[in-house]
C-alpha cells in the first residue's frame, strides 16, 4: 500500500532540505580522502546518491560547495569569537580563554579541521578560497582576539604590548599543536589518542583540552600585568629594560 499522498509530501520535503548537507558530507568525506582539486562533482554527486545535475541544482560548482563548507562549519566558530570580543564587561583574561578555549574545542573536531587543511593545502592552485576563508575566518577570530588584548591593556590587566604581535602568539601554539598532533601524528605522552583509549572525537577533544591547560597557563601568565604573586616581577625585554 503507497503511502497517503500528504504523508509522501512530507517525507519528500524533509529529503529534498536535507540535500544540500548530505552533498557537503559526501563532498568533505571525498576532500579528506583525496584533496579538493582531485575530487569530481560526479564523485560527490555518486557518494551523496544524487545525479550530477541534482548537485548542481544546489551548488554551481565544486568551489562553491567548499565555500559553504566553510560557511556551515567554521564561520559560527569566527561569529561566537567576534561575540564573545565585543562583551567589554568582562575581564579581559576571562575572555581571552574563553575564546581561546572556544576556537581550541572547534577545531578539535576533526572534520571541522580539515577545512583550514584543505584550504590551505589548495590555496596555491586556488587563491580564492584562500582568501574567502581569510576575509569571512581568519580576519574575524584575529580581530576579536586583538580587541581583547588591546582592551586588556588599556585597562591595566595585561602589560604594554602590541596586540597585532602579540596575538600571534595566542594562535601560533594552537596551530603548532594542531600540525604536530594531526599532520605529523606527534602528540604529547599520555594523551588518550596516543593510548587509543576512546573515540577518535573523544581523544582529539580530551588531548586538546590538555593542550588547552597548559597552553593558557603559559600565556596569561606571561600577559599579566603583574606576576601571580602580585610582585612587579616580569622578565626584561629584549633590549635589557623593563616592558613599558
Given at each position: 500500500?503507497?503511502?497517503?499522498?500528504?504523508?509522501?509530501?512530507?517525507?519528500?520535503?524533509?529529503?529534498?532540505?536535507?540535500?544540500?548537507?548530505?552533498?557537503?558530507?559526501?563532498?568533505?568525506?571525498?576532500?579528506?580522502?583525496?584533496?579538493?582539486?582531485?575530487?569530481?562533482?560526479?564523485?560527490?554527486?555518486?557518494?551523496?546518491?544524487?545525479?550530477?545535475?541534482?548537485?548542481?541544482?544546489?551548488?554551481?560548482?565544486?568551489?562553491?560547495?567548499?565555500?559553504?563548507?566553510?560557511?556551515?562549519?567554521?564561520?559560527?566558530?569566527?561569529?561566537?569569537?567576534?561575540?564573545?570580543?565585543?562583551?567589554?564587561?568582562?575581564?579581559?583574561?576571562?575572555?581571552?580563554a574563553a575564546i581561546v578555549r572556544m576556537l581550541g574545542g572547534g577545531v578539535a573536531d576533526p572534520r571541522i579541521a580539515a577545512i583550514p587543511k584543505i584550504i590551505i593545502g589548495e590555496a596555491g592552485n586556488f587563491p580564492e578560497l584562500a582568501e574567502s576563508y581569510?576575509?569571512?575566518?581568519?580576519?574575524?577570530?584575529?580581530?576579536?582576539?586583538?580587541?581583547?588584548?588591546?582592551?586588556?591593556?588599556?585597562?591595566?590587566?595585561?602589560?604594554?604590548?602590541?596586540?597585532?604581535?602579540?596575538?600571534?602568539?595566542?594562535?601560533?601554539?594552537?596551530?603548532?599543536?594542531?600540525?604536530?598532533?594531526?599532520?605529523?601524528?606527534?602528540?604529547?605522552?599520555?594523551?588518550?589518542?596516543?593510548?587509543?583509549?576512546?573515540?577518535?572525537?573523544?581523544?582529539?577533544?580530551?588531548?586538546?583540552?590538555?593542550?588547552?591547560?597548559?597552553?593558557?597557563?603559559?600565556?596569561?601568565?606571561?600577559?599579566?600585568?603583574?606576576?601571580?604573586?602580585?610582585?612587579?616581577?616580569?622578565?626584561?625585554?629584549?633590549?635589557?629594560?623593563?616592558?613599558?
Amino acid at each position: 500500500m503507497s503511502a497517503p499522498p500528504a504523508l509522501s509530501r512530507r517525507k519528500f520535503r524533509r529529503r529534498a532540505e536535507a540535500r544540500p548537507d548530505e552533498v557537503l558530507d559526501a563532498a568533505l568525506d571525498l576532500f579528506i580522502r583525496f584533496g579538493f582539486a582531485a575530487t569530481r562533482v560526479e564523485d560527490i554527486a555518486r557518494r551523496a546518491g544524487l545525479s550530477k545535475g541534482a548537485v548542481y541544482l544546489y551548488y554551481p560548482s565544486k568551489q562553491a560547495i567548499m565555500q559553504a563548507l566553510i560557511e556551515r562549519a567554521v564561520v559560527p566558530i569566527a561569529a561566537r569569537a567576534e561575540e564573545l570580543g565585543r562583551n567589554e564587561g568582562d575581564d579581559p583574561r576571562r575572555t581571552l580563554a574563553a575564546i581561546v578555549r572556544m576556537l581550541g574545542g572547534g577545531v578539535a573536531d576533526p572534520r571541522i579541521a580539515a577545512i583550514p587543511k584543505i584550504i590551505i593545502g589548495e590555496a596555491g592552485n586556488f587563491p580564492e578560497l584562500a582568501e574567502s576563508y581569510r576575509r569571512k575566518v581568519i580576519e574575524r577570530g584575529l580581530g576579536a582576539l586583538t580587541a581583547v588584548l588591546r582592551r586588556g591593556v588599556e585597562t591595566g590587566h595585561f602589560r604594554a604590548l602590541d596586540p597585532e604581535l602579540a596575538v600571534r602568539n595566542v594562535v601560533g601554539p594552537l596551530l603548532a599543536h594542531l600540525l604536530l598532533a594531526q599532520v605529523f601524528g606527534l602528540r604529547p605522552a599520555g594523551d588518550p589518542a596516543t593510548a587509543g583509549d576512546g573515540g577518535a572525537e573523544d581523544d582529539e577533544g580530551a588531548a586538546m583540552s590538555r593542550f588547552l591547560d597548559s597552553h593558557l597557563d603559559i600565556l596569561l601568565n606571561g600577559l599579566l600585568a603583574t606576576a601571580p604573586d602580585g610582585s612587579d616581577d616580569r622578565p626584561d625585554d629584549a633590549s635589557g629594560g623593563r616592558p613599558r
